[in-house]
């Protein structure tokens, strides 16, 4: 039996590593909370499930979707960007359904990279950029992001000719794992670089709904002129509405973009379950959408501010996240690695939390919690933290 170099070559997925562990030590009989995965602890809400009883009965919803989406998911979408973002689309050529973000995420370097062409990834970032990269055959260049820079790339520091080789750049406001919004003029420059190096951003915009601050609410690059002819926006059901386990997102960008993806990816999946669709695109403008984006924000900064209280009495460094579910903390100054870490507190307390070198080698000294566990067992995480601490003190 032969295996592809892509799957020799590449490591075992981050998150499926922490569950294996995660698994063994509840075998063992560990009582283990997790605030690892970026999994919403809440259900669907109650409104969406509603819509979906209709939609699963409807025959016409039972048989192939189209590959671009639907008509009335695309208009959906339309009127939903342009009052949530001022952004005014063309449904018939300029948005397209995806099978969740990470559908868009692994495939669209596959669409603009051929074997050894470069591509501009964040460092620390969502480690399917650079998987993906890397399944194209793609060289990923990492760019740091640093906390002194607000984690966002700096522009200038990137090397004029490796940006003239790249073809693509993945961004990432709001940032996971970094919690780090980015403001208009942040996107500016970002269309300028990308228009000077010709290359196509793909700006993963997964968390767009979840920020705590209104002067924090996300944009959309789609808004700064240009961008639809340079990048790609890719958005995400799953964190707005609960729905992670539906699979369904959607992508913006010029008719040619959109066109180039289509035409790889109509050979690669048959889209996105037309009743899934219909639910997500009434979602979208139902009435009870603002309340529950509204509950789910109280929801989330309660929790944040409960966590950053226990943090900041533990003498933890961090920035008081802005938007997305994770705290991106500094390790202790007594430990080296951050996977030692996440190790110690796993073995010593059964508290699962995501070593920050997994998602770039920016992230050594840094770890990940994610909010998205009941109140109940993040407080008791909490706690267990704190014994972790207190017996190393
Ligand atoms: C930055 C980022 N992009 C994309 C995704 C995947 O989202 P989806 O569930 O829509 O595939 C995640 C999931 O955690 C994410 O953190």
Known sequence: MKFSRRVIDTPPYLFHLIDEKRKAAQEKGVDVISLSIGDPDQPTPDFVLSIMEEEIRDPRNHVYPSYKGEPDF????????????GVQLDPRTEIMAVIGAKDAVSHLPLVFLDPGDCALVTDPGYPVYEAAVRFAG?????????EENRFLPDLES??????????????????????????????????????????VILADNAYSEVYF??????????????????ALEIHSFSKTFNMTGWRIGFIT????????????????????????????????SHPE???????????????????????????FKFQLPRASYYFWVRIPPSYASSVKFCADLLEHQGLVVTPGVGYGPSGESFFRISMTAPDQRIDEGMERLTTFMKDRQ
């Open 253 to 284: 960008g010029s008719k040619e973009l959109i066109n180039a993806v289509l035409t790889f990816k109509s050979n690669i999946d048959s889209g996105v379950f037309m009743a899934v669709q219909r639910t997500a695109a009434r979602a979208l």
């Open 158 to 199: 990137i090397d004029p000719q490796t940006a003239d080789k790249a073809h693509i750049m993945f961004v990432n406001y709001p940032n996971n794992p970094t919690a780090a919004v980015a403001d208009r003029s942040f996107f500016e420059k970002l269309v300028a670089f990308a228009l000077k190096h010709d290359l």
């Open 74 to 85: 695309c208009e959906a979408v339309a009127a939903w960007f342009d009052k949530r973002f």
């Open 213 to 230: 601050a209104q002067e924090d609410r996300p944009i959309s690059i789609m808004k700064i002129p240009g961008a639809k002819e340079t």
């Open 289 to 315: 959408a603002e309340r529950f984006n509204q509950q789910r924000t109280d929801l989330f900064r309660n929790r944040r501010d409960r966590i950053a209280k226990v943090l900041s009495g533990l003498g």
């Open 138 to 146: 793609g060289h990923p260049v990492r760019i740091p992001l640093l």
